[in-house]
Nanobody, 118 residues
Framework: QVQLVESGGGLVQAGGPLSLSCAASGNIFSINYMGWYRQAPGRQRELVATISRSDSTIYADSVKGRFTISRGSAINTVTLQMSSLKPEDTAVYYC????????????WGQGTQVTVSS
């Protein structure tokens, strides 16, 4: 089992920056990928960015060049730095974990709201 706690989020004006952090606890050595997903009202949850244990990253096309995912000094923390935010980035952002044992993200945080005002 892995537990996730997110922090950050809030209200920001368009064009501004915001940072999200996620800390995992529990069986952290089972973690292969950590990532951020988001879900806007009426839409499906979508990938934002992921980072592997070897620090390879994947980004959604919509955030490339604006968002950066990175791992903290501890293997169980990950940060999403967001810049040049747009109103369409407004969503609930979820931190997720994909263990080595599966090809899916199966552990999720409680979510944190990001609202970008125009």
């Amino acid at each position: 089992q892995v537990q996730l706690v997110e922090s950050g989020g809030g209200l920001v004006q368009a064009g501004g920056p915001l940072s999200l952090s996620c800390a995992a606890s529990g069986n952290i050595f089972s973690i292969n990928y950590m990532g951020w997903y988001r879900q806007a009202p009426g839409r499906q949850r979508e990938l934002v960015a992921t980072i592997s244990r070897s620090d390879s990253t994947i980004y959604a096309d919509s955030v490339k060049g604006r968002f950066t995912i990175s791992r903290g000094s501890a293997i169980n923390t990950v940060t999403l730095q967001m810049s040049s935010l747009k109103p369409e980035d407004t969503a609930v952002y979820y931190c997720g974990v994909r263990p080595y044992s599966t090809s899916e993200y199966i552990y999720w945080g409680q979510g944190t709201q990001v609202t970008v005002s125009s």
